[in-house]
């Protein structure tokens, strides 16, 4: 690991003012830190922000709650008011890695994970988010994990996170402080970006912003949800392809339905044109299978992961089924 | 024999590599320079490989034999580490870890450096309550946190009753990663206790403390820790014998010598 140094902050001017151009913030440490070993990541300074106050759950003015961004992805997917309300956020975060990661990641980081692809890993391959210009190995390489939507000749790598997939489907709002004291909302799906020709950036943050809360809408999923995670085994894996559904069912019609997909995208996926043809019509397994279809014929697979289409299908389909034939 | 030459049997020269060679050139270290160091390092090297043959439940008595704080280091860091229930200042790089920090500064080299970046379970400690990666926590952010290793698990001479459970159970073949899992162990018997939920949970929304985990759940919630030798069957059955309380006997036992006796005359 290369040399940095480590400045602990005790409270948000702190960090804002140590920011500088060549620094991260250090949440829970699980992906930054690793990625330092790897020599992939070359901060000169870490900002510890460990400290900051971030760390409760309140009640927001929307009749939902309001996550801090340092509290940790278990306390957070363990709180009973997430679970009785959110149950599809804290099924998403309790599938995520292992009891001891969502003990040290916070909710902040979990948002700003950098993708899993092994180019991007290897710091003798090729990779445009890394090393920008350096071209995309996985392009015409392996590519069996990678997008299948939304990406471009210089990136085709995946978001890993499966606490985004829940938040794209349940629809939340981020708070990010700024290097200036002011502080501003961003739309969760504006949050991260398609990577076009900068896939270097992950995300519309600026430099040196701070993610301070995540703010959740008013309670829509909690009687029919389901995060269905498919991966090469049964535990502590990365999705190939997971489904976040939740769906809101009145007198036998649905009245809202909350879709998103993982490991399809350089973003968590928001499937807009199923949650579309849903609303309004009836939760038989035809409904479903014509929203799957309708989603995944936009779908551009590489030699690697044609498997991606058919099998993203499978999953939105029992992800819908299972949301909806969820005992209430 | 002139100096050099006596120095050069000692040490050898002309055995460093052109990369070691490369190293201390950096380093500006030359002629009687460069000597005195490699004597040095020989010196230290020394003192690493004998500490390794005192052993103690504590490290207290250890620390006399391990490497004097290093000063002047580029990214200096001072830390108070409270590990089992003893506090250590410490000065450190700011790119240690903290499984560095407890093997190589406070000789508790129980807790296991497997994979080094998060992905086996070997360094598992319990931070505060939880089970952390030791191997992906920077020493200085550990500032005021109460750490349990292995080595803080037994009390007055006697074992954790999960440490108990793995050896009557045979939860573990080579060991390197029972540190880890018994630590990993212990920090699951209470979110069990205090009702937190796994992704195999059927209902999440119902919340009671005091949970009695399945075999499934077991084996969901323990996956962070990799077991190369595959006792994975062992581990569960050790887990579940303090979990219940229940004072099962393993399916297995081990042979009587009259029982050898027949099978070797058999």
Redesign the interface.
């Known amino acids: 690991m290369r040399p940095f140094k480590y400045t602990g902050a005790q409270n948000k001017d702190q960090a804002l003012q140590a920011f500088t151009a060549t620094s991260h913030y250090l949440g829970g440490g699980t992906n930054l830190v690793d990625l330092m070993k790897e020599d992939v990541e070359r901060p000169d300074q870490l900002i510890d922000i460990n400290n900051l106050d971030y760390k409760k759950i309140t009640s927001n003015d929307k009749g939902g709650l309001t996550l801090g961004a340092m509290l940790s992805n278990s306390e957070t997917a363990n709180h009973p008011e997430v679970r009785t309300n959110y149950p599809l956020l804290s099924m998403a975060m309790l599938s995520a890695a292992t009891a001891q990661i969502r003990n040290m990641a916070s909710n902040g980081g979990n948002l700003l994970q950098r993708t899993r692809c092994p180019y991007f890993f290897e710091v003798s391959m090729p990779c445009n988010k890394r090393e920008p210009g350096s071209g995309c190995g996985a392009l015409n390489g392996m590519n069996a994990l990678h997008a299948i939507f939304g990406y471009s000749d210089s990136c085709i790598a995946t978001n890993p996170s499966d606490m985004c997939v829940a938040l794209a489907a349940i629809g939340a709002t981020v708070e990010v402080q700024q290097t200036d004291g002011s502080s501003r909302m961003i739309v969760f799906t504006d949050l991260h970006r398609l990577p076009g020709d900068r896939p270097e950036k992950d995300t519309t943050l600026m430099q040196g912003e701070l993610i301070t809360a995540i703010h959740l809408p008013k309670p829509e999923f909690s009687d029919h949800y389901y995060y269905l995670k498919i991966r090469e085994r049964s535990s502590y894996a990365f999705a190939l392809v997971s489904v976040a559904a939740g769906l809101q069912v009145k007198s036998g019609v649905i009245t809202k339905v909350g879709l998103a997909m993982g490991g399809v995208a350089h973003i968590p996926w928001k499937l807009t044109k199923a949650e579309g043809f849903l609303a309004g019509k009836k939760p038989t397994s035809e409904n479903f299978k014509a929203a799957a279809a309708l989603e995944m014929k936009d779908a551009k697979p590489f030699e690697a992961n044609t498997y991606k289409v058919e099998m993203g299908k499978n999953a939105i389909v029992r992800a819908l089924t299972q949301a909806y034939e969820r005992e209430v | 024999m002139k100096e050099d030459d006596k120095f050069k049997e000692e040490v050898n020269l002309d055995k460093l590599s052109d990369d070691e060679n490369i190293i201390l050139d950096a380093m500006g270290l030359n002629g009687s320079s460069r000597r005195k160091f490699l004597k040095q390092v020989s010196t230290a090297s020394l003192g690493i490989y004998a500490s390794s043959f005192f052993t103690s439940e504590l490290f207290a008595s250890t620390m006399k034999d391990l490497p004097e704080n290093t000063t002047a280091l580029?990214?200096e860091?001072k830390v108070n580490l409270r590990v089992n229930e003893m506090v250590k200042p410490l000065t450190l790089?700011?790119?240690t870890?903290l499984l560095d920090a407890l093997r190589e500064r406070l000789g508790l080299t129980g807790t296991k450096k497997g994979c080094?970046?998060?992905q086996c379970?070997a360094c598992?400690v319990i931070i505060d309550g939880?089970?952390?990666?030791s191997c992906?926590?920077?020493a200085?952010?550990c500032?005021g946190k109460e750490i349990t290793t292995v080595e803080g698990l037994a009390k007055n001479s006697e074992m954790h009753p999960m440490q108990q459970a793995f050896l009557k159970h045979d939860g573990f073949q080579c060991g390197y990663c029972t540190p880890g899992q018994i630590c990993?162990a212990i920090?699951?018997l209470e979110?069990a206790k205090?009702g937190?939920?796994?992704?195999v949970?059927e209902d999440?929304?119902t919340?009671k403390s005091g949970l009695t985990l399945s075999e499934e759940e077991i084996?969901?919630?323990m996956?962070?820790n990799i077991c190369r030798c595959g006792a994975y069957n062992n581990i569960v059955q050790a887990f579940k014998e303090v979990h219940s309380g229940d004072n099962e006997m393993p399916t297995w036992e081990f042979a009587t010598q009259e029982q050898m006796n027949k099978a070797k005359n058999a």
């Open positions: 580029l990214n860091i790089d700011s790119r870890s080094d970046h998060g379970g598992t939880k089970r952390n990666l992906l926590t920077l200085a952010t500032e990993s920090a699951l979110e205090n937190e939920a796994s992704y949970t999440l929304k919340i084996r969901e919630r996956s962070g």
